[in-house]
């Protein structure tokens, strides 16, 4: 059973999480954004290897590199605030459920 405490917890968590998720999620999408651009970066600053060798270059680049890294925790942020949003959703629609069965068994009842 679901009390009306949880639903109000779940309201409060997705009003109080809005802004975090929003960031969150500006973030990686940022992140994925940007990495074309570390990649060109690289690629520009080794222009008189052949283009095959500037992609595979800036691949193995460390600049390259660590954006993954950082691009994978803007990911697992966005993430866990997404979930944690959807679990919010699930519970109060659950209990949304809940109330209408009980008003329908109060009237057949």
Do not use: C, F
Not at 4 to 18: F, K, M, P, T
Not at 28 to 47: C, D, L, P, Q
């Amino acid at each position: 059973m679901i009390s009306d405490s949880d639903i109000e917890e779940s309201v409060d968590y997705l009003r109080d999480n809005a802004r975090p998720a929003a960031k969150a999620r500006a973030e990686r999408i940022y992140m994925e954004e940007y990495r074309k651009v570390a990649k060109g970066i690289v690629m520009r600053e080794n222009s008189a290897s052949p283009i095959g060798a500037q992609e595979a270059i800036a691949y193995a680049s460390e600049r390259y590199l660590n954006h993954l890294a950082a691009m994978k925790t803007a990911i697992e942020a966005d993430e866990y605030h997404r979930w944690m949003m959807v679990a919010a959703e699930a519970k109060i629609e659950a209990w949304r459920t809940q109330q209408a069965n009980y008003r329908a068994q109060g009237r057949t009842g």
